[in-house]
């Protein structure tokens, strides 16, 4: 047995998350994708919302109510398994392993329609919403360094307003702090603390085309927080800029760059981002200064 399904309130269970990890080098780190796996059946009846438990050096999440969690549906009941973050009104934007054909054996999940998504804080005490299509990167494998991205559409708008994504150039934000999101374990093996959406910071120590890496300055990802939310304010909004992919729950996590990825993103959604006054490889007007994607124009604005 798993969490019951509601379409709205409900009790929920407390929630453990079975870890499925795989090796997968990079550079000097070895970091494992952040698994992704049912949840399991627990005894006793005390509800979710007694085990506060906080991700790695986190607290509890009761706001973000766009940062959402991905289901198992099996019969009356769900097993969330992953994470991700409402970018349109019926657009989830996760990860590519969490979503087939790239699910862990224990995830028999092989058609899009096959996955809810909930929203709320704690396990089976919000609203899930059946899913009605998806994208997966064809570019990702088990063991592929970029593309770990992929995103689902809601067969309804979600109760939730989305959450921009960042469509600025991540390249210079070396050293800056990012929030992460996601309804992962408090620390690794800690398969209890799952299922309750959480929040913490960290900083970023290196940054790729593809993806970005993070120190646990104070605190980091773990299992189950595959395809969550990384969040910066971005000229003076808070928006996702990175999916979660890889933690070795300690001290070091992987990111995906939603940045590197818009064409594929806008694809799905049809949906074309505004340009910014930043270098963001569109040519907005009307800026307080030059929009250095700009060539020089009459007007001094370049």
Request: aromatic share 8%; with cysteine; glycine share 10%.
């Amino acid at each position: 047995m798993n969490h019951r399904r509601t379409r709205a309130g409900g009790s929920g269970q407390r929630a453990t998350l079975r870890a499925v990890r795989r090796s997968l080098p990079y550079g000097a780190l070895a970091l494992a994708l952040l698994a992704c796996g049912p949840v399991d059946e627990l005894d006793g009846d005390e509800p979710i919302a007694a085990f506060q438990t906080p991700i790695v050096n986190g607290t509890i999440d009761d706001g973000d109510p766009a940062v959402v969690a991905l289901a198992m549906v099996q019969g009356q009941y769900s097993a969330i398994f992953c994470t991700g973050t409402l970018i349109t009104p019926n657009v989830v934007l996760t990860a590519a392993h969490c979503l087939p054909p790239n699910l862990a054996p224990d995830i028999p999940i092989y058609d899009y329609s096959e996955i809810e998504v909930f929203f709320g804080t704690y396990v089976g005490q919000g609203t899930f919403i059946d899913v009605v299509d998806g994208w997966t990167h064809s570019g990702w494998y088990d063991q592929a360094m970029n593309d770990d991205i992929g995103l689902i559409r809601l067969a309804q708008a979600g109760p939730a307003t989305p959450i921009p994504i960042n469509t600025m150039s991540l390249d210079n934000d070396y050293g800056e702090s990012v929030r992460l999101v996601g309804f992962g374990q408090a620390s690794e093996g800690d398969h209890n603390s799952a299922g309750t959406k959480r929040q913490t910071t960290s900083n970023i120590n290196y940054i790729e085309n593809y993806v970005f890496a993070m120190s646990f300055t104070p605190g980091g990802t773990c299992s189950g927080d595959s395809g969550g939310t990384a969040l910066m304010d971005k000229s003076g909004q808070e928006r996702v800029v990175g999916i979660h992919s890889r933690s070795d729950c300690v001290s070091q996590s992987i990111d995906t760059r939603v940045d590197a990825y818009l064409t594929e993103i806008s694809n799905f959604t049809g949906q074309v981002p505004t340009p910014e006054c930043e270098a963001d490889g569109e040519c907005a007007f009307g800026c307080p200064a030059p929009d250095p994607d700009c060539p020089c124009r009459e007007d001094g604005h370049c």
